[in-house]
Antibody
């Protein structure tokens, strides 16, 4: 079965960087991309970007351009999201997600990681 | 960017009642719309994709309809476990997707 397991909670100071991992299992990693979605406390869902598991191509949300980098390590089936120059309003739960695929939900997110809380505080 | 609006923001209903949630897109998204359910402390769960298709394992009391700019999620008879926040999401310009702000269904 498809599983996405994320790294643990982080506490960072303003201006620092954070790197969250998402280890995939139960499918061929290079056949699907990984998206990142975040959720500030008590708020809605915000799409951050997507990375291809096949060739590492990326597509980032405009508001995060220049601060976010998504990468993959195909040898360990792991995706990473690094966010730099952290601010207090980056405090959120960060999720990785994978689309269902052509024989399931198509391009909608059938699979989600458990979430990683990133707290930015001085 | 395609903006999604959801109404109402909060829906207060009793178990057994029918829930009707609305999602409107700022421009046509064809049928490329999904609905998710989220409970506190949990990741979102896909309910409906391509506007009207139930995801695997989703009970038949959940149904979706609509196309273009106007969409509806209907829960025919609310069960206690259905009280949650519901988000719509469009993917017409994949992978650049957007979510609506959510509708909270709470117990009256």
């Amino acid at each position: 079965q498809v599983q996405l397991v994320q790294s643990g909670a982080e506490v960072k100071k303003p201006g620092a960087s954070v790197k969250v991992s998402c280890k995939a299992s139960g499918y061929t990693f290079t056949s699907y991309g990984i998206s990142w979605v975040r959720q500030a406390p008590g708020q809605g869902l915000e799409w951050m970007g997507w990375i291809s598991g096949y060739n590492g191509n990326t597509n980032y949300a405009q508001k995060l351009q220049g601060r976010v980098t998504m990468t993959t390590d195909t040898s360990t089936s792991t995706a990473y999201m690094e966010l730099r120059s952290l601010r207090s309003d980056d405090t959120a739960v960060y999720y990785c997600a994978r689309e269902g695929g052509y024989d399931s939900s198509g391009y909608f997110y059938s699979y989600w990681g458990q979430g990683t809380l990133v707290t930015v505080s001085s | 960017e395609i903006v999604l609006t959801q109404s109402p923001a909060t829906l207060s209903l009793s178990p057994g009642e029918r829930a009707t949630l609305s999602c409107r897109a700022s421009q046509s998204v064809s049928s490329y719309l999904a609905w998710y359910q989220q409970k506190p402390g949990q990741a979102p769960r896909l309910l409906i994709y391509d506007a009207s298709n139930r995801a695997t394992g989703i009970p038949a009391r959940f149904s979706g309809s609509g196309s273009g700019t106007d969409f509806t999620l209907t829960i025919s008879s609310l069960e206690p476990e259905d009280f949650a926040v519901y988000y719509c999401q469009q993917r017409s310009n994949w992978p650049r997707i957007t979510f609506g702000p959510g509708t909270k269904v709470d117990i009256k």
